[in-house]
């Protein structure tokens, strides 16, 4: 008998040397494995050791994360691995680009809408709008499908970007710092 | 090396010099004694600087696929990492299979491949290949080097990569340009070659603690001994040794462990899993304490997982997090080289007055001496034809006095040569484990010789396997390298036939192996030595004739063409499912989700 065990969501913030083919390696790793891919989003942080962070979110098995975080750990240029939803409490956020095509009423809904959900507007036309929001991915999607129904809609998302609550920096960067 | 001789090695650093020659330096400095390679355009300068240098030897190799193999076969025969040279683009994709082969077993070599110069890179050049890209996946970590400055750090931290942890390959791509610009010899700065990677080799002494009352508590206990024994080095067997002995626990060993504990010990089980004895599956299966020391509960071992050792607490040593709970889970994890692991685990139990419990030991040692009764690796040496196992158990018999090495390629002939050939002492098996890749044997005896130039060397050989890389016949006939082909000849594919004989009911689908050359003109080809073996009365003649010759010899040894290997855990089944031989097939069908595994 095979016990299915249930599936977590988890956010893994990676720290990694910012050199050519990292992100490959680490993208690479989750398709060569067949681990899943949420969301990733990757920027450098630290411009003096030239190191990028990496936000995953991923769902698996625990025994699954628990190799995700292992595989990650043994690659060479990745500094620090931490799993955000296991080590306390921390916070998520997403950018969200949403263009809605529309007229008349759907407009003005769409405005409103945007107020309650502390959307800016930062780009209009006659016929349409560019709204930025930012939240966590459920305050994002639950705004994108509001709009889905006020017109023809165009969507980009960063993706998570994720970090611990507190007074830790868990992941220093050496920004600044003599090298 | 005296103060003034370190000056004069100072001036002689910081003159200017090529990147090639700078790589041949930085080898050296690395303790590089040879180097397998294979030459093309893109490399031609690291060519021309090896034509003037006089420290490291280069073995021409006829396939850069053998290179590798040749590389792995000298790194796991003499514990150094081995070195290979390719060409870029076709050069460098032939590598590949090396490359992967030597990522499942754990082995270190560091591959460098030629690159087209770096401001053509991405224009699809002359022989122009995404090396890094093609070889991310098959590598522990890979470089494409940059810049000319960069480039004797990189090959540092590259060493330093392939050998610490848990081995593995290491792909320094170079571009023509890099070879050829000018360059500084950087000195070592401490500390900066290590601080990327520093795997953790020291075991934490709580958990030691713990695994020596859990094993101290056991009734039924196993220890089960890895390819990571062999890889931590021979002082790791030397200790596992001496556990064995203070313990008396039954130990057995995966295919990439034999040697770790002689054969020859009491207390050796012999191979567990598909192929692996009656008496060590059973042990494995009925334990109550389990040790794993690198090993990493491989499909091929645990068999069905969910009925794996169903009753067991297990304590998994084990260098790399990866391997921890990811096939099986384990109770115990410890992160630690095998070797440091052992020694505290000796003196943890020496410390705290261990003392076996006899009653409950000799109670198990009862019920594996009566699995033993079953005598599972017998078989039937009638007639003049000779049987595989009989032929292989006879090398081992008639060379036991000697410092031998054997490589295998895949199939059948593995698997008895597993079974029938006792190694006494580690690093003296080599073998395709994890990837499976026939045509390997051959090759790494070659690195296996020119690394141990005194051993006594035999491919064990399946016709089909030696065929896919015979063209290295060319390669140890021209540097004299006296490899022994030992090729056992069904003329069938025969693992495959044994399969489709199994579970695809017996139609043999392309695996009969046509077509063969007639392997003494064929040595004789290459000007050496081919014999051949019709019938048992001829096999001890033509063994000794092969041992007696000093130089390569390729020995034919025509064996019973339907014979299939047992024991065998089918596809899916679990260690107490095991078919002991040719009659026990019928009783029990492989199942369904058997037949999807490989
Ligand atoms: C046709 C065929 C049949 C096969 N049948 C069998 C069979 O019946 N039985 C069998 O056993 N195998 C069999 N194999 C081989 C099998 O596929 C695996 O290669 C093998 O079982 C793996 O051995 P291992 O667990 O010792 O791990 P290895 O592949 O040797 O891996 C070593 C482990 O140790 C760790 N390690 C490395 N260095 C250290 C260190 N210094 N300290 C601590 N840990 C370290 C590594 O992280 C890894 O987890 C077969 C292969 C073929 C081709
Ligand atoms: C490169 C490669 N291709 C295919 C296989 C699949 N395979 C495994 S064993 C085997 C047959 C090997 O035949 P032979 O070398 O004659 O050995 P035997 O089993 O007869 O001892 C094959 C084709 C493999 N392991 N490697």
């Not at chain 2, 396939?63 to 990492?81: D, L, M, W």
């Not at chain 2, 934490?204 to 206990?221: F, V, Y």
């Not at chain 2, 794996?308 to 040593?317: L, Q």
């Not at chain 2, 190694?423 to 690394?451: H, I």
């Amino acid at each position: 008998m095979v016990i299915k065990e249930q599936v977590e969501r988890h956010t893994i913030s990676v720290q990694v040397d910012n050199e050519p083919g990292v992100l490959a390696r680490v993208i690479g790793l989750f398709s060569g494995r067949g681990y899943n891919i949420d969301s990733l989003t990757v920027s450098e942080v630290d411009t003096t050791s030239r190191q990028s962070r990496i936000s995953i979110v991923t769902i698996g098995t625990p025994l699954v994360i628990e190799q995700i975080k292992a595989q990650l750990h043994r690659m060479v240029p990745v500094h620090h691995v931490r799993d955000l939803t296991t080590s306390g409490s921390h916070i998520e956020r997403e950018l969200a680009l949403v263009k809605v095509v529309n007229s008349g009423e759907k407009r003005i809904e769409a405005l409103r809408i945007a107020d309650t959900f502390r959307a800016r507007t930062i780009d209009s036309t006659l016929s349409s709008f560019v709204f930025e929001i930012t939240g966590n991915s459920s305050k994002v999607e639950a705004f994108i499908d509001l709009m889905a129904s006020l017109g023809e809609m165009e969507v980009s998302r960063t993706g998570v970007s994720a970090i611990s609550r507190g007074a830790t920096a868990d992941m220093p960067i050496s920004h600044g710092a003599e090298e | 090396m005296t103060a003034k001789a370190d000056t004069a090695e100072q001036n002689d650093e910081t003159r200017a010099m090529t990147g090639a020659e700078a790589i041949l330096k930085v080898l050296e400095e690395e303790g590089v004694e040879v180097i397998f390679g294979y030459p093309g355009g893109a490399v031609l300068p690291i060519y021309d600087a090896l034509f003037k240098n006089n420290s490291i030897r280069h073995i021409l190799v006829r396939h850069e696929q053998a290179a590798v193999h040749a590389a792995e076969g000298y790194a796991r025969s003499t514990g150094k990492t081995g070195v290979v040279l390719v060409t870029s683009g076709p050069g460098a994709t032939n590598a590949v299979t090396g490359l992967t082969d030597a990522l499942m077993d754990s082995i270190p070599v560091i591959c460098l491949t030629g690159q087209v110069p770096t401001h053509l890179i991405g224009n699809d050049a002359f022989q122009e290949a995404d090396t890094t890209g093609i070889t991310r996946p098959c590598t522990k970590h890979n470089y494409l080097v940059k810049t000319v400055e960069a480039l004797v750090p990189t090959v540092r931290e590259a060493f330093h990569v392939a050998a610490k942890g848990r081995p593995g390959p290491v792909v320094i791509d170079l571009p023509k340009d890099i070879q050829l610009a000018e360059t500084v010899f950087p000195d070592r700065v401490a500390g900066v070659t290590e601080r990327r990677y520093q795997p953790k080799v020291e075991p934490e002494r709580a958990l030691i603690r713990q695994a020596a009352e859990m094993l101290a508590s056991a009734k039924q206990p196993v220890i089960y001994g890895g390819g990571g024994i062999i890889n931590s080095g021979p002082a790791a067997s030397d200790a596992l040794r001496e556990l064995v002995a203070l313990t008396g626990f039954p130990t057995t060993l995966t295919l990439m462990g034999l040697g770790a504990l002689p054969a020859t010990d009491k207390h050796f089980l012999g191979m567990l899993g598909m192929h692996g004895t009656y008496e060590a599956n059973l042990t494995m299966y009925h334990c109550d304490v389990m040790l794993n020391l690198g090993a990493r509960f491989d499909d091929r071992v645990t068999g069905r997982t969910s009925d794996f050792s169903p009753n067991s607490k297990r304590i998994h040593v084990d260098i790399d997090p990866s391997s921890i709970n990811k096939n099986i889970t384990v109770d115990l994890p410890i992160i630690a080289d095998a070797g440091r692991a052992i020694t505290m685990l000796v003196e943890e139990l020496k410390s705290m007055g261990f003392k076996p419990d006899k009653t409950a030991l000799d109670k198990w040692w009862g019920a594996i001496d009566n699995w033993k009764k079953v005598n599972c690796l017998s078989f039937d040496q009638t007639g003049e034809v000779i049987k595989p196992q009989h032929a292989i158990h006879r090398l081992w018999e008639m060379t036991r006095d000697q410092k031998v090495y054997v490589t295998t390629e895949v199939g059948q002939h593995q698997m008895w040569a597993a079974q029938y050939f006792g190694f006494d002492e580690p690093n003296r098996w080599m073998t395709s484990g994890g990837l499976g890749t026939m045509g390997y044997g051959l090759p790494a005896a070659m690195g296996v010789q020119v690394g141990n130039p005194d051993g006594l060397v035999i491919d064990i050989a399946g016709e089909a396997s030696f065929m896919m890389n015979m063209q290295e016949m060319s390669t140890l006939a021209q540097y004299g390298l006296p490899v022994k082909m030992f090729i056992i000849n069904n003329e069938w594919m025969g693992m495959v036939r044994q399969w489709q004989e199994l579970i695809h009911g017996g139609r043999y689908s392309e695996s009969y192996s046509a077509s063969l050359p007639d392997f003494i003109k064929l040595a004789e080809s290459f000007g050496m030595k081919g014999l051949r073996a019709n019938t048992v009365d001829d096999l001890d003649g033509v063994i000794e004739a092969m041992l007696a010759e000093d130089g390569p010899v390729v020995a034919d040894i025509r064996v019973a063409k339907e014979e299939n290997c047992f024991p065998m855990i089918p596809s899916g089944a679990a260690h107490n499912e095991m078919l002991l031989g040719p009659n026990d097939k019928a009783a029990k069908p492989v199942s369904e989700e058997g037949m999807v595994l490989v």
